[in-house]
């Protein structure tokens, strides 16, 4: 199969695994994690463009990654991310800082609770993994928000040393399920990191982009697109 054709599978049979992106994709319907720091630093009155905010977010997530412990949960991981981007903003009010964090917090933990009967389900009929551009504690997050026992694989990019687009974060997880690329789908919210890693390796991928509209094309012809993970089932063959 090639690249430009891996979004379908040409003989109609089920994938044997599913593959998921965390952030953006298992914790929130299509909305990456500076999407949603940005829309709540706005909603609180701090006012910075987003060509603005945007840097600012990514110097603080970086400075996370291969940064924390493997054992830092999810709560901690977004208290110190958004306690970045107040100091990188020059807010220094603590009690707003820790609203945001909260609010954040509680939205991914609200989605992710709301995923877990589905993927407790596809975890019947699939084998199921993880594949993220994470800060070394990916496991510990999916152990403490109750989803981890459902896959048999969680990738984090920083333990791996490898991020997505590249094809050997990808391979590395289709390795560990026992799996070929033609024989599994990805699912993520990133055309960039998601939908065109996934070509690289020639593996089915779906969409999934949420409520609002998106400017870009699908990264392939006939590419399935969702805007909610609870439409996943519908599309898979």
Known sequence: MSPGLATE??????????LFDFGGTLDAPGLPWKERVFTLYRAAGIAAAEETFDPLFYGADEALVGTVPATLSLRETVRRLV???????????????????????????????????????????YRLGIVSNFYGNLEAVCEEAGIRQFFGVVVDSTRLGVRKPDPRIFRHALGELG????????VGDSRSRDMEGARGVAMPHIWLVGQAARES???????R???SLDELP???P
Request: proline content about 7%; glycine content about 12%; hydrophobic content about 40%.
């Open 234 to 236: 519908e599309v898979l």
């Open 83 to 125: 306690g970045g981007v107040s100091a990188a903003l020059g807010v220094d009010d603590e009690r707003l800082t820790q609203r945001i964090a909260t609010r954040f917090l509680e939205d991914a933990l609200g989605h992710l609770g709301h995923n877990t009967p589905l993927l407790s389900r596809l975890a019947g009929r």
């Open 217 to 223: 094309d699908p990264c392939c012809p006939g590419d």
């Open 179 to 186: 799996v070929e690329p033609g024989d599994a789908t990805f």
């Open 9 to 18: 599978r040409v003989d109609g049979r089920s994938p044997a695994a599913l």
């Open 225 to 227: 697109v969702i805007r």
